[in-house]
């Protein structure tokens, strides 16, 4: 399983990095607050919706997006090493 360090959390946002080992997931979840992600590394990762369908996500370094809440999902790390990223949630 991935782990979570919760780097800050206020009235405005929760900043939380995520650890992946190889093959490691977060477990399917759903968003609550509108969320940008910021990879820490090169790589992939693996996202399998709601559906059950899978996309294979190809993330830069310091290469951030924005998602809106509601998105229900698991993600895996889809790297032969480990992989970590920054996620900023948004409380409205």
């Keep these: 399983m991935a782990k979570s360090k919760v780097l800050i959390e206020n009235d405005k946002t929760i900043v939380t990095e995520w650890s ?3 093959g490691d997931s977060t477990g399917h979840h759903t968003h609550e ?29 310091g290469g951030a997006y924005y998602k809106e809440k509601g998105i229900k ?19 409205e």
């Design 73 to 91: 999902h698991n993600v895996f790390n889809n790297n032969s090493f480990p992989y970590s990223f920054i996620e900023v949630e948004l409380k």
């Design 20 to 22: 992946f080992d190889v």
């Design 33 to 61: 607050y509108n969320y940008i992600v910021v990879p820490m590394l090169d790589g992939e990762l693996k996202v399998i919706d709601n559906n059950n369908d899978e996309t294979i996500s190809k993330l830069t370094k």
